[in-house]
C-alpha cells in the first residue's frame, strides 16, 4: 500500500515540499506519544483459509514515517467481516511479532506468510469521553433485538473498563458495517453505548470480555442501547412554526408516522409517532402530535395522511420540515383571554 506516500522532492527553486499527502496519513511519531493516553489496546485473532487474504492492507513502517496502521479493509474481506478493526488502528505486532523496528516491506511479507491462525496486537484510539458537541443531550435507552451472522452483529466497539481507570470508557460503537446485521435493522449509529446483552450488564467490563459474551451470545440477542437525544431549546421556546432541517442518510427513513387531527376546524397533518432510536427521535425536534405545515416546501394543507407520507418518502438527504410544535396547538386552543 504505497498510495498515501510519495517520495520527497524539492521544487525548482530548491525548497523541500511539503508532503502533505503523507501527513494527513500518519501523526508524525511526536504527537503519537502524546496521545498514547487515549489509545487503548485490543487483541484481534482471524482465522483464515489457506489460500485466502486477510482483506487488510497496512501503511507504515520505519522506511514510511509512521507507525504500522490499518489503511483500508477490503469490504466483504475477512478482516471487514470481523468486525474487530477499524481504518486507523494501529498494528503493534503479529503473532507475537513486534512491528515497530520493521520496513513496510518486512511488514506485508510478514502478514502474507503468517499462517491460519494471526493473532493482531491492536492499538486505537480510546472514543471520547463526553460527546463532541456542546448542545444539551439527554441519554435514552431501548432495547434492539439483532440475528448474528457468522461471530459477529455487524458492529467494531471500542471503550470498555480499562486497567488505568482515566481510559475506561463505556462501550460505544464506532463503526456498524454497511449490511451487516445491525445496518440492516436500522437503530444501531456510531456514538451509542452498550449497556447490557441478553440480560448480561456490560458496566465496567473490558473490551476483551465484552466481545467474549458477544461471541457466546446465541444467534439472536438483545441488546440494551443508550443513545443521545438533542435537548432543543428553540423548540420548547418557539413562538410560531419553526423550521427544522434534518440530515439523514440516503434511503434511510426519518422514523416518524403521520395522522390527521382536527385544529380549528381545519383538518391538520401530525405527527402520530416518533419511532426510538429514529433520525427524527435522535435530533430532538419533532414530537407526536407536532403539525406538520410543509414537507420541502410543498404544504401538507390539502394534504391526505397518505399524500403526506409520500411526500416524506421522497426527500433526500436533507429534509425540511416546517412544524408548529405541540405545545402550541393546545395553547392556541384555549380562550384567548388565557
Known sequence: DDGPYSKGGKDPTGNDVALVS????????????????????????LIKKEGSTLGLTISGGTDKDGKPRVSNLRPGGLAARSDQLNIGDYIKSVNGINLTKLRHEEIISLLKNV??????????????????????????????????????????MRGGAQEDWHKSRPLVITYVR?????????????????????????????????????????????????????????????SGPLLVEIAKTPGSTLGISLSTSTHRNKQVIIIDKVKPASVADRCGALHPGDHILSID?????????????????????NVKLEILPVHHSRLSLRPPET
Open 297 to 317: 416546501g410543498t404544504s401538507t394543507e390539502h394534504c391526505t395522511v397518505m399524500e403526506a407520507t409520500q411526500l416524506l418518502a421522497s426527500t433526500m438527504e
Open 115 to 156: 499462517g491460519e491462525r494471526v493473532v493482531l496486537e491492536v492499538e486505537y484510539e480510546l472514543p471520547p469521553t463526553t460527546p463532541d458537541n456542546t448542545a444539551a443531550i439527554i441519554p435514552k435507552t431501548l432495547e434492539i433485538t439483532l440475528c448474528k451472522e457468522g461471530n459477529s452483529f455487524g458492529f467494531v
Open 178 to 238: 454497511p449490511g451487516g446485521p445491525a445496518d440492516r435493522e436500522g437503530t444501531l449509529k456510531v456514538g451509542d453505548r452498550i449497556l447490557c446483552v441478553d440480560g448480561i450488564s456490560l458496566h465496567n467490563v473490558p473490551l476483551s470480555d465484552a466481545l467474549t459474551i458477544l461471541r457466546q451470545c446465541s444467534q439472536e440477542a438483545v441488546f440494551q442501547i443508550e443513545y443521545d437525544v438533542a435537548l432543543m431549546d428553540t423548540v420548547t421556546n418557539a
Open 22 to 45: 503523507r501527513r494527513q496519513s500518519i501523526p508524525g511519531e511526536k504527537k503519537q506519544d502524546l496521545k498514547d493516553e487515549f489509545r487503548g489496546v485490543t487483541i484481534v485473532e
